[in-house]
């Protein structure tokens, strides 16, 4: 799957990035294979001006992922008008997905009837998975406004965007009282726990009325141990800030302004009720998970959204807790911290143990304030990509030749626009 066409603005971009890490000649081929490999390898243009983005070594599109891999080439977008159509139309494809149906996280390129698992529930011909995660329907509002703010292209914002707003805000102020208004069940016969969902696919209960939006998996694909997941939430709180700014300026829609930040406001006065938890250690910091009755999980999970990424997310918390957070996230006290001989930082269940995952590391070294933390989050990149010239999904602290996928198009994609707001080319948000 190659998109043949030669991107100059991209070949450009590479070269001043070059001159940039001069004398870091390591760094530089890590970005520059990088960098080519998503744009050429996994991105197939469509006849009806969408595009279709794979995740990698599995042939389906990911609303999260296919819109973290798009980030990097915001940047030469600004000039590349070739690429800005290409990358509106991945804006398109998402929302053709969500109207088709909303719940689903993963798609298929036509409708063909490939799948994760055949015995799913609800599935249809479309549909590679239907994991409802709340993140799934905020990247793409994300893409679609960071397009916008980087490029001034609106071309995305089609009569599919707007009825997909619409599902977007219906399908999250019904799972803001899962227990009575949602019909969403997701069952995966003889699966891992963490594959399937409890309670015959209703996932565990929580308390209504919160203001929060119930996810039933995480952005690795692992169901929610409690259903209210914070980052998530947090990040919903930020898109929806967006599509307000959508509505207003490109709309001129007062109704679904107004939709937007009603909501808005609630999941933010949610969090502040619900999200925050008193540790004897680190004082309140944000909770990864909660049920709204008072049962909480203390841990953070590499994949985005997480605590480690409020920040980059745009969310705006209180300071003091967010530091807080970040503390006990990148310290042993989070379960899912480990650190070894080659590296150290935050992994996840999704993984085996003692793995540490690199979008974990580039999302800590882009949120960090220390020259000293981020340099040495770019040694241990380059010291940990065993020779491949990629990042992995997970490598082990004590050995980097044992890591988990060979192939994973947004690892690549992330450590691309770590390096670019590195050398100075930051995206507008």
Known sequence: MTEHKQWKSVENLIQEVKTKLQGQDKLFLLFEKCYANTLHTTVRRHSDGTTFVITGDIPAMWLRDSAAQMRPYLIPARKDAALTELIAGVVKKQFFYINLDPYANAFNESENGACWDQNDLHQNDWLWERKYEVDSLCYPIQLAFLLWKNTGCTDQFNE????????????????????????????????????????????????????????????????????????????????????????????????????????????????????????????????????????????????????????????????????????????????????????????????????VWPLALIMQGMTSTDKKEKEDILRMLSETDAETGLMHESMH?????????????????????????????????
């Not at 406001?265 to 999200?275: A, N, S, T």
């Open 160 to 355: 599919d965007f707007r009825r997909g707003a619409d599902r977007i805000l219906q399908v999250f102020q019904w799972e803001q009282d899962h227990e009575e208004n949602s019909a969403y069940r997701f069952i995966r016969k003889d699966a891992i726990a963490t594959d399937t969902l409890p309670r015959n696919g209703k996932g565990a209960a929580v308390k209504g009325g919160t203001g929060l939006i119930w996810s039933g998996f995480r952005p690795s694909d692992d169901a929610c141990t409690y259903g209210y997941l914070i980052p998530s939430n947090m990040f919903a709180t930020v898109a929806l800030g967006y599509l307000e700014e959508i509505a207003d300026r490109v709309y001129g829609d007062n109704q679904l302004k107004a939709a937007a930040a009603h909501l808005r406001q609630q999941i933010e006065k949610g969090i502040k009720e619900y999200g925050i938890v008193e540790t004897e250690d680190y004082g309140k910091i944000y909770a990864y998970e909660v049920d709204g009755f008072g049962q909480y999980n203390l841990m953070d999970d590499a994949n985005i959204p997480s605590l480690l990424s409020m920040p980059y997310l745009g969310y705006r918390g209180d300071r003091g807790i967010m530091q807080s957070t970040r503390r006990f996230i990148l310290s042993e006290a989070n379960p899912c911290y480990y650190q070894g001989k080659y590296a150290r930082g935050i992994g996840s269940p999704h993984t085996p143990k003692n793995h």
């Open 397 to 429: 602290v004590d050995d980097p030749k044992k890591y988990t996928r060979e192939w994973f198009s947004w690892a690549n994609a992330l450590f691309c626009e770590w390096i670019l707001d590195f050398c100075g080319y930051g995206i507008v948000k």
